[in-house]
């Protein structure tokens, strides 16, 4: 079974400081990661995607996200946060051997970026 | 960018009444799924939709719910007998192929009184 965790329900950084938002993941064959994020009455908007190749996976409005597959993680990061990256995150998976056709999402993250 | 878009944002419904959720996916995308997500937080997977059938659904999709894509455009959520643990935002997503990612509609917000 496929499952994926977001240790933090809320995540608080200073704007112009490096954020992290974690995400690990359980799945019995090969990974196919995601994030996404969400603005307030908005559907979820793609951010950066990993399916296979080079570890470190670079994405929309700066954001980065490094596959490792020992620690079967997949955290998100950004070098400078900005006020406007305030939203809340959600990281997800597919099981790439199982079969299945849907993605599990991660129960979310809020990152709140003070000015 | 090419857009899913949900009618109604809305929709307030008695409970045991028939609800219809419509979405109009991107046009040339051939995977439709429907989520949901309840009280601003955990997003739930509903059903998988492919080459005109469900490909997958989880245990919440019981016989309460079905799925259609009537004509080729549109694709429907339909609730035939709504409970009041049915509220919830529903979002309809579409995706090119199976391991691209998933494009989601702004929701429709049922509200079951």
């Known amino acids: 079974a496929q499952s994926v965790a977001q240790p933090e329900d809320q995540v608080n950084v200073a704007e112009g400081n490096p954020l992290t938002v974690k995400c690990t993941y359980s799945?019995?064959?090969?990974?196919?990661l995601f994030w996404y994020v969400q603005y307030p009455n908005r559907g979820l908007q793609f951010l950066l995607k990993?399916?296979?190749?080079?570890?470190l996976v670079k994405g929309s409005y700066g954001f980065e996200a490094e596959f490792n597959k020992s620690q079967t993680s997949f955290h998100l990061k950004k070098p400078s946060a900005l006020v406007s990256d305030s939203a809340l995150y959600f990281c997800?998976?597919?099981?790439?051997?199982?079969?299945?056709?849907?993605?599990?999402f991660g129960t979310g993250t809020r990152l709140k970026v003070l000015a | 960018e090419p857009e899913v878009t949900q009618t109604p944002s809305h929709q307030v419904t008695q409970m045991g009444q028939e609800v219809i959720l419509r979405c109009v996916p991107i046009?040339?995308?051939?995977?439709f799924y429907w989520y949901r997500q309840i009280l601003g937080q955990k997003v739930e997977f509903l059903v998988s939709?492919?080459?005109?059938?469900?490909?997958?659904k989880s245990e919440i999709f019981d016989d309460q719910f079905s799925v259609e894509r009537p004509d080729g455009s549109n694709f429907t959520l339909k609730i035939r007998s709504t409970k009041l643990e049915d509220s919830a935002m529903y979002f309809c997503?579409?995706?090119?192929?199976?391991?691209?990612?998933?494009?989601f509609g702004s929701g429709t917000q049922l509200s079951v009184l």
């Open positions: 997503a579409s995706s090119e192929s199976r391991n691209e990612k998933l494009f």
């Open positions: 799945v019995s064959g090969n990974p196919y």
């Open positions: 990993y399916i296979t190749g080079d570890n």
């Open positions: 997800a998976v597919r099981d790439s051997h199982s079969g299945t056709y849907k993605y599990i």
């Open positions: 046009s040339n995308h051939l995977y």
């Open positions: 939709f492919y080459n005109n059938e469900i490909s997958e």
